[in-house]
């Protein structure tokens, strides 16, 4: 009988307590506080690319909020990865456009660069010019991106990377998370790290990560008072504690997961 293979299973490095203790020590129960901020920072350090980070209740919420911003609305087509979970595809139909699947190739078993070319120029040739594009680094394994981003590039496309699997990777130097317009993490139960649920909106300018901290409380302006149809999205202070305990042992997962693929390739 096989063994279950567990993609990443749950771990704690042991500081998480001290957090979390902190955060019901000072009432910091609510979706804000100095955890949260923490986390966040934490996240845009280990990046390096100058890059801003929104913390928010799942990765599947952090693609829906980057489909937002990035301007997709009823009736447009994103080119997404074909061979992902559903949660990539899902924020698509949230946003009422319109999912158009993109094979994948075999070196990675992500998004095919030639597929993904043909698509556009086949939608633009049909007056569908697509909105975005949608790319996963699946089981952490680094797509195509650069190729992928020059595409992306130029047909001016927005590009939305999927980073869910993919935080600890890098591509020749640069870090996973940090090529698209806007990209996502996810610290669900079976990543690298866990929050055991929650994920990351990885935006290029501070100004679209607080329209997005924004969107995502509700569209709150003050009291009552909402500018627009918004969502409860925030990351709460408690799950972010985890988080920052979390991020004391990525760099040690990371090399543990390197070592088990090299002691596998060398059966």
Same mark, same amino acid.
């Given at each position: 009988?096989?063994?279950?293979?567990?993609?990443?299973?749950?771990?704690?490095?042991?500081?998480?307590? +001290?957090?979390?203790?902190?955060?019901?020590?000072?009432?910091?129960?609510?979706?804000?506080?100095?955890?949260?901020? %923490?986390?966040?920072?934490?996240? @845009?350090?280990?990046?390096?690319?100058?890059?801003?980070?929104?913390?928010?209740?799942? %990765?599947?919420?952090?693609?829906?909020?980057?489909?937002?911003?990035?301007?997709?609305?009823?009736?447009?087509?994103?080119?997404?990865?074909? &061979?992902t979970f559903v949660a990539t595809a899902n924020p698509i139909i949230y946003q009422g456009a319109i999912p158009i699947?993109?094979?994948?190739?075999?070196?990675?078993?992500?998004?095919?660069?030639?597929?993904?070319?043909?698509?556009?120029?086949?939608?633009?040739?049909?007056?569908?010019?697509? +909105?975005?594009?949608?790319?996963?680094?699946?089981?952490?394994?680094?797509?195509?991106?650069?190729?992928?981003?020059?595409? !992306?590039?130029?047909?001016?496309?927005?590009?939305?990377?999927?980073?869910?699997? !993919?935080?600890?990777?890098?591509?020749? %130097?640069?870090?996973?998370?940090? &090529?698209?317009? &806007?990209?996502?993490?996810? &610290?669900?139960?079976? +990543?690298?790290?866990?929050?055991?649920?929650? %994920?990351?909106?990885?935006?290029? @300018?501070?100004?679209?990560?607080?329209? !997005?901290?924004?969107?995502?409380?509700?569209?709150?302006?003050?009291?009552?008072?909402?500018?627009?149809?918004?969502?409860?999205?925030?990351?709460?202070?408690?799950? !972010?504690?985890?988080?920052?305990?979390?991020?004391?042992?990525?760099?040690?997962?990371?090399?543990?997961?390197?070592?088990?693929?090299?002691?596998?390739?060398?059966?």
């Amino acid at each position: 009988m096989n063994s279950k293979i567990w993609l990443s299973s749950p771990h704690m490095g042991g500081t998480e307590r +001290k957090f979390v203790t902190e955060a019901f020590d000072s009432n910091w129960i609510a979706p804000l506080g100095p955890n949260l901020n %923490g986390f966040e920072q934490d996240l @845009e350090s280990y990046l390096l690319e100058d890059r801003f980070v929104a913390c928010v209740v799942s %990765g599947t919420a952090a693609i829906h909020l980057a489909l937002r911003l990035a301007g997709v609305s009823v009736g447009d087509e994103v080119l997404c990865q074909s &061979f992902t979970f559903v949660a990539t595809a899902n924020p698509i139909i949230y946003q009422g456009a319109i999912p158009i699947f993109i094979d994948s190739e075999l070196d990675t078993w992500n998004m095919c660069t030639a597929a993904l070319e043909e698509a556009i120029i086949d939608r633009i040739s049909k007056g569908n010019k697509p +909105k975005a594009i949608l790319v996963v680094h699946l089981y952490g394994i680094p797509a195509k991106i650069i190729e992928i981003a020059a595409i !992306a590039k130029k047909y001016d496309i927005t590009l939305i990377e999927d980073a869910a699997e !993919a935080l600890g990777s890098s591509f020749k %130097g640069q870090k996973c998370g940090t &090529f698209g317009d &806007f990209s996502t993490l996810s &610290f669900n139960g079976n +990543k690298i790290i866990t929050t055991s649920s929650g %994920g990351a909106l990885i935006c290029r @300018e501070k100004y679209v990560k607080e329209r !997005a901290i924004y969107l995502a409380t509700q569209a709150k302006i003050e009291g009552s008072v909402h500018g627009e149809v918004g969502f409860n999205y925030r990351m709460s202070n408690v799950v !972010a504690a985890i988080g920052k305990g979390q991020m004391k042992v990525l760099d040690k997962r990371v090399e543990q997961r390197r070592k088990a693929k090299q002691d596998e390739d060398e059966r």
